[in-house]
């Protein structure tokens, strides 16, 4: 069965420090996909970022970083030099190819950053 | 020029009543989601269809019901609405299968 764990359940930080979320997940599959989500206080949900479990390689999107290890089963995302409108909660999620289009989403981190 | 609405925004009710939420992607995608996102704003699955065929149904009572009259709609009507219903119900829609999915603004459903 497919998990996903974000253990922090909130992170507060002061605007321009760097913030990493953690992602843990869990799947037997060998083809599975991996999401980041932000959702922002208006509510709505915001796509970031979709990686395959066969390209490992870190990206970085402006001050946004993804880091996918399969040795710890971690996708952690990592925000730069962070400001106030990355305020929101953050979700990782997974879906596997046996499961079809399922996505499992982890319970979420609210990043608060702070002026 | 929006990719996935729905509609009402909000929805205040009450108990015991039935109620449909409506949704519509204009991107031309194959599959079509219900998610519901509780008090804790945990995000769970509800139905999943692909080609307006109904390939996933998670363990949803079944007063709830989806109907997906082509592609681009996917609704979801409740009947006998509970104050457990009340939630977040996001729509969304991926091109196929396994394809990233893109949420629509949510539905925020009060049941009094």
């Known amino acids: 069965a497919q998990k996903v764990t974000q253990a922090q359940t909130e992170i507060s930080v002061v605007e321009k420090e760097d913030v990493t979320l953690d992602c843990v997940y869990e799947t037997r599959d060998t083809t599975y996909y991996l999401f980041w989500y932000k959702q922002p206080p208006s509510g709505e949900l915001v796509f970031l970022i979709r990686?395959?479990?066969?390209?490992?390689q870190n990206e970085i999107s402006g001050r946004y970083s993804w880091n996918f290890q399969k040795s710890t089963s971690s996708f952690n995302f990592t925000i730069t030099a962070s400001q106030v409108v990355d305020s929101a909660v953050y979700f990782c999620?997974?879906?596997?190819?046996?499961?079809?289009?399922?996505?499992?989403f982890g319970e979420g981190t609210q990043l608060t950053v702070n002026p | 020029d929006t990719a996935v609405s729905q509609t009402p925004k909000y929805l205040v009710t009450q108990m015991g009543n039935d109620k449909s939420i409506k949704c519509e992607q204009n991107l031309g995608h194959d599959t079509m989601y219900w998610y519901k996102q509780d008090s804790k704003k945990f995000l769970k699955i509800m139905f999943s269809?692909?080609?307006?065929?109904?390939?996933i149904n998670e363990t949803v009572p079944n007063r709830f019901s989806p109907k997906s009259p082509d592609k681009a709609h996917l609704n979801l009507h409740i009947n006998s609405l509970e104050l457990g219903d009340s939630a977040v119900y996001f729509c969304?829609?991926?091109?196929?299968?396994?394809?990233?999915?893109?949420f629509g603004p949510g539905t925020r459903l009060l049941v009094l």
């Open positions: 269809y692909n080609n307006k065929e109904l390939i």
């Open positions: 969304a829609s991926s091109q196929d299968l396994i394809q990233t999915q893109y």
């Open positions: 999620a997974l879906s596997e190819e046996t499961s079809g289009s399922r996505l499992t």
């Open positions: 990686r395959n479990s066969f390209d490992e």
